[in-house]
């Protein structure tokens, strides 16, 4: 069985002298979970910078090689048609209707709040009536 360490007390020391002790402890642990947390959010920081400079990128990249289906898909529709002009048309018809779909798709998805404080509070009492079950 491990034995737990010993605490010395000096029975000499006053009430003042711990209260001064706590809060030269309490400052300093302050302080600590300041300098702590200003390191945590420095390393956030850099690690989301990385990460938004490859996002840039992939983006960036997404849209050459979309460009480049694009002209592709223009060529194949304009050879079957027999008029790059026509395929042209289509396919630009094509992707401003993508466009519009996603774009409302999006919208539909921003207005339905994903969370709010009357859920919440539904919430709250559904798990404060099961505590009250429970016991």
Known sequence: MASRPV?????DVGIPDLVRRL?????RLATDEVRLGKLEMRENIKQASRGSLWLALAFGAGVVAMVGLTFTLIAVVGRLANNYWA???IVGAVELGLAYW???RGLAELKEPSYTFDASRESLKDTAAWVKRAH
Not at 7 to 11: F, L, N, T
């Open 87 to 89: 395929g042209a048309l």
């Open 23 to 27: 809060t030269e402890d309490s400052k």
């Open 102 to 104: 996603l774009v409302k």
């Open 7 to 11: 605490m010395q007390i000096d029975p």
